[in-house]
Structure formats: structure tokens, C-alpha cells
């Protein structure tokens, strides 16, 4: 399966992430400052598990080509989207230890939990399937919104600029071609489940920042 081909199976779920309130209200520049940095806490509390996740998955992965690139993408997650977390939250009064001290809530927890889980049955294609969604919508949202015009916020330009940047949206081609080189011509169920929950997770993760936390009742 091509990853033009994952995205066009993952369409419906994309479409309820790009016209979420969150993005809209995001690209607009009219999103507010408390809700943003809800998210940008839980973000940076995702990462930690993330970036283990990308260092888990280069121990798995098949050849050392694919291994080295697994490498590199767990330490962008500190050089890039860590010093995005840290300069805009000292932008919003936040030191560092405010955001280290942050808790994972519902679906930040869950979403942790599916990663973690998902790499740990030892599939590399499997576990690349839970960590495409993360990469590719992050890169889509950050050129969509760039190309409809920066919001008046300061914060929310950085945000943006650094998904849409040119650097992000090679890492992404660079997972696209290992799921291409090594996915098969069709992959199995268990495998596209396990994306399409990330994708879910993703949708939730918006949600979850939009609503300052989803409870359960």
C-alpha cells in the first residue's frame, strides 16, 4: 500500500481533524491563550513517550538504513518540537518546570498507552503504522494553515511555521518511504487498526485541548 494510498483510506477521520474548532479557531487567530496552552502541555508530555517510541522502533526496524532514520526522528522530537514547546510556553509566562511538571490526562494517557503497547508487540511496520498520523496531519495542519494566511498571534505563527517548515515535511516523506518500502502491497488488519486509532487519537487529542480536558463521567 502506498502512503498516498493510507491517506486517501484515512480521508473521513482527516477531514474531522482539519475543520476541528481547535485548528480553525488556531488558524484564525482567535483561539484562546488558555486553551493553547493546555495543549501545548499535554504535547510536550506525549513527546516523552513518543520520542522512546521512535527509539524502540529503530530497534526493530529491518536495516540499518531504516534504523538510523528511526534514530534521528526521536532526537528532532527534542531539537525541534521541545524547543517549540519551550518558546512558546515562555512566551505564556510558563517556565520550564511548569510544563515538565504537567499530567497526562485521558486521552494523552491513552493515546501514550496505544503507542507504547502497539511498538512493544515487536512489529516495526505495525508500530510505524501508530506513529504516521502524528507526523503526516502535524505537516498537513502546519501547511494549510500557512497558506491561508498567518493568524495576527505571534505564538500561533511559531506554531504553525514549524509544522509547515520544510525540514518537518521531510521526516515526513522519510516515514512515508519506509511504509511504502516495507508495508506490502496490502497490510494486515491488525495493522490499519492500529492506525486508524491513532488517527482517533489524534481527532481526540484537538478535542481534548478544546474542551480543557475531556472528562469521564
Given amino acids: 500500500m502506498t502512503f498516498d494510498q493510507l491517506l486517501v483510506h484515512s480521508d473521513h477521520e482527516w477531514?474531522?481533524?482539519?475543520?476541528?474548532?481547535?485548528?480553525?479557531?488556531l488558524g484564525k487567530g482567535d483561539l484562546s491563550l488558555e486553551k493553547f496552552r493546555y495543549f501545548i502541555g499535554q504535547d510536550r508530555v506525549y513527546l516523552k513517550d513518543f520520542s522512546k517510541v521512535l527509539a524502540t522502533l529503530a530497534a526493530l526496524a529491518p536495516d540499518s538504513t531504516a534504523a538510523?532514520?528511526?534514530?534521528?526522528?526521536?532526537?528532532?522530537?527534542?531539537?525541534?518540537?521541545?524547543?517549540?514547546?519551550?518558546?512558546?510556553g515562555k512566551q505564556m509566562g510558563l517556565r520550564a518546570m511548569d510544563l515538565q511538571d504537567v499530567e497526562a490526562d485521558f486521552v494523552t494517557k491513552a493515546y501514550q498507552?496505544?503507542?507504547v503497547r502497539t511498538v512493544g508487540e515487536g512489529s516495526?511496520?505495525?508500530?510505524?503504522?501508530?506513529?504516521?498520523?502524528?507526523?503526516?496531519?502535524?505537516?498537513a495542519l502546519g501547511r494549510e494553515l500557512s497558506q491561508n494566511g498567518k493568524p495576527g498571534n505571534s505564538l500561533f505563527?511559531?506554531?504553525?511555521?514549524?509544522y509547515a517548515a520544510e525540514?518537518?515535511?521531510?521526516?515526513?516523506?522519510?516515514?512515508g518511504a519506509l511504509w511504502e518500502s516495507y508495508s506490502g502491497d496490502l497490510p494486515d488488519?491488525?495493522?490499519?487498526?492500529?492506525?486508524?486509532?491513532?488517527?482517533?487519537?489524534?481527532?481526540l487529542f484537538w478535542e481534548q485541548a478544546w474542551q480543557l480536558g475531556l472528562k469521564l463521567d
Fill in 189 to 203: 488488519t491488525h495493522t490499519l487498526e492500529v492506525y486508524d486509532w491513532s488517527m482517533t487519537y489524534e481527532r
Fill in 157 to 162: 505563527v511559531e506554531w504553525i511555521d514549524t
Fill in 113 to 115: 498507552d496505544h503507542l
Fill in 167 to 175: 525540514e518537518y515535511r521531510r521526516s515526513v516523506e522519510e516515514v
Fill in 124 to 139: 516495526f511496520i505495525t508500530g510505524l503504522a501508530a506513529v504516521l498520523p502524528c507526523y503526516w496531519t502535524y505537516s
Fill in 15 to 25: 477531514q474531522r481533524i482539519r475543520q476541528h474548532p481547535f485548528v480553525t479557531a
Fill in 68 to 88: 538510523r532514520t528511526m534514530l534521528k526522528h526521536a532526537d528532532t522530537v527534542f531539537s525541534v518540537e521541545q524547543s517549540l514547546h519551550d518558546s512558546v
